[in-house]
């Protein structure tokens, strides 16, 4: 995550958490109650536009006499008859022909080819599904619920930098069979949990305001071709806009926004609460706020006051609404970066505070920590780890940094030795009543915002060899093995929109990969993946019996 405010501390990855033992505290936590893919490089697949102009057949004239077709007439000796009955048979198969390849150009139907770079399914044509890529894109997308109609279309302002890539029908075309359609409930809202026996969560920027990313570098807007959101540099206070975000969603099975909060009345805080959870399509998604420590908190014990404040503030406006995120009806909120507030010797004194402030508001709060990060400490009965007893849970927001910042592609190994330490840290949580939420994430490249700093670029491919996704594939493979059923069987992605650290699973226009520049790259292939990373996610967590169908396999 990237502080999108020139004026405020940029949050750099950590190295290593330091664990220092603070003294135990006096009041801990409120007891509860309560298949494998072609090769995408360099292709964007084939699919139609539904433009393409078809071969129509010469028509057959057949004329029939009344005589001729009277019973008596059908005689075996009338060599004649049966050549007019072989002309209209002739005639009738063409036209059916004619008519089979026009609904094949027309429909978006596409090879298993195709399917390794963005995807098309259900009723969307190319112009609907993947605009063109530039900060202008129109979208007019068909949604993949049952009941639904068309939706409205969303236009951008901005002036396209590059020629759209020319998209060719294939005619050796697969259908493909649209997305599960068991999304909404009788009364006709949307269940966004329908297809999955998983919650998937997200972490969700909403500050993409009238200045997308508030006018911030991002990597993908700096490589050639560039590559844009598939819904163009978009103002998500447009209600048009996280309408096509919430069938994004319904599409991959996520079911939880972890939003990212800077404050009462700031752009993520009014976006979330008055645009998102008061959305039309908002069924039964479910939301919970990302506390920004370093921003809310980061004067150390000065800011505490901030803690009390933004607590009542959130009880007021967030914790009793029907669609925020609660476990055995404790409301949850998500605490970034929590081990650096341990650091500055902060921690237990912001955490009491928000914990008495929301008792006395009626609410017993449930604490996620943003506090997994490399090696698991080593507890004891002896020894308990005392910052396990501050949090409900914890999880690791910073999948790259704690992996090592793995340089080009991390490897089958690397990822393997990481969730092996991640189910070290669930085992140690587990000792001290706490939970654990495991997480995944595509990759990570913040060269576009922070190329000062020299981060290494992650690869979205586990291997030079391997295929678009790959990574994130791989990762979803271990991730749920570590999910906790008390937790919802909760797992966390990094991220739905982060653009900064191109961690995003959100769509990107389809188009020409790119390489350059280096300095941007480092020499790694970016790929205009269109819908790929909604679809990865939405068959690797659909129900064992339910109606996902999106099942890629990849070699590793």
Same mark, same amino acid.
């Given at each position: 995550m990237v502080k999108s405010y020139p004026n405020e501390l940029d949050p750099t990855r950590e190295e290593e958490c330091v664990h220092e033992v603070a003294s135990p505290m006096s009041i801990g936590r409120f007891s509860s109650n309560g298949n494998t893919l072609p090769s995408s490089r &360099?292709?964007? &697949?084939?699919? !139609?536009? =539904?433009? %393409?102009? #078809?071969?129509?057949?010469?028509p057959i004239n057949v004329n029939l006499d009344d005589d001729q077709q009277s019973d008596n007439e059908w005689d075996e000796s009338s060599g004649c008859t049966w050549t007019k009955i072989i002309?209209?048979?002739?005639?009738? !198969?063409?036209?059916?022909? @004619?008519?089979?390849?026009?609904g094949l150009l027309t429909s978006g139907t596409f090879s298993r080819d195709a399917v390794a770079s963005p995807s098309n399914y259900g009723n969307q044509t190319v112009n609907e599904a993947f605009p063109t890529? !530039?900060? !202008?894109?129109?979208?007019?997308? #068909?949604?993949?619920?049952?009941?639904?109609?068309?939706s409205a279309i969303v236009s951008r302002t901005g002036a396209p930098t590059e020629t759209p890539t020319e998209l060719t029908p294939d005619l050796t075309a697969i259908p493909i069979p649209p *997305?599960?359609?068991?999304? +909404?409930?009788?009364?006709?809202?949307?269940?966004?949990? @329908?297809?999955?026996?998983?919650?998937?969560? +997200?972490?969700?920027?909403p500050w993409h305001g009238e200045n997308f990313h508030n006018d911030g570098g991002y990597m993908r807007k700096e490589i050639v071709p560039r590559h844009y959101p598939s819904l163009g540099e978009y103002d998500d206070r447009d209600p048009q806009v996280i309408a096509e975000h919430m069938k994004m969603f319904r599409r991959a099975n996520i079911g939880l926004l972890v939003t990212s909060w800077w404050g009462p009345d700031r752009l993520e805080d009014t976006t979330t609460k008055d645009v998102i959870m008061n959305h039309q399509d908002v069924g039964n998604l479910n939301v919970a706020l990302f506390y920004e420590t370093t921003n809310r908190l980061r004067n150390g014990i000065k800011d505490i006051l901030n803690a009390k404040t933004d607590i009542e503030y959130m009880s007021q406006h967030y914790f009793d609404h029907p669609n925020y995120y609660k476990i055995n009806g404790r409301p949850v909120l998500f605490i970034y970066l929590a081990r650096t507030l341990e650091n500055r010797g902060t921690l237990e004194e912001a955490l009491l505070t928000m914990r008495s402030e929301a008792a006395k508001k009626g609410h017993n709060i449930f604490l996620v920590g943003d506090y997994?990060? =490399?090696?698991? *400490?080593?507890?004891?009965?002896?020894?308990?780890?005392? *910052?396990? $007893?501050?949090?409900d849970a914890v999880t690791n927001y910073d999948v790259y940094g704690s992996s090592g910042r793995p340089e080009g592609y991390a490897g089958r190994e690397s990822v393997s030795m990481y969730y092996e330490k991640q189910a070290q840290w669930k085992a140690e949580t587990a000792k001290e009543d706490c939970r654990y939420i495991p997480a995944v994430s595509p990759g990570y490249n913040d060269r576009g915002v922070r190329l000062e700093s020299d981060h290494p670029a992650m690869s979205r491919r586990l291997t030079k060899d391997g295929e678009e996704g790959s990574l994130f594939h791989y990762q979803l493979k271990y991730a749920k093995e570590l999910v906790d059923p008390q937790?919802?069987?909760? #797992?966390? +992605?990094?991220?739905?929109?982060? $653009?900064?650290?191109?961690?995003? #699973?959100? *769509?990107?226009? +389809?188009?020409?990969? @790119?390489? $350059?520049?280096?300095?941007?790259?480092? %020499?790694?292939?970016?790929v205009g993946y269109g819908n790929l990373y909604l679809d990865i996610l939405g068959a690797s967590t659909k129900s064992e019996d339910g109606q996902g169908i999106f099942d890629y396999l990849f070699e590793y």
């Open positions: &360099g292709s964007c &697949g084939s699919i !139609s536009s =539904g433009n %393409d102009s #078809i071969l129509e057949p010469t002309l209209t048979a002739t005639a009738f !198969s063409l036209l059916f022909g @004619a008519g089979l390849l026009g890529a !530039s900060p !202008s894109a129109t979208l007019s997308m #068909i949604d993949n619920d049952s009941t639904t109609a068309p *997305p599960p359609t068991s999304s +909404v409930f009788p009364d006709g809202t949307y269940n966004y949990r @329908a297809n999955s026996e998983y919650l998937v969560g +997200v972490y969700y920027y997994v990060f =490399g090696d698991s *400490p080593r507890a004891t009965e002896e020894e308990p780890y005392i *910052p396990f $007893w501050y949090f937790m919802d069987k909760l #797992i966390m +992605v990094n991220s739905f929109n982060e $653009w900064h650290e191109d961690t995003q #699973i959100e *769509p990107v226009a +389809v188009g020409d990969s @790119a390489v $350059w520049p280096p300095r941007m790259t480092q %020499d790694l292939e970016y």
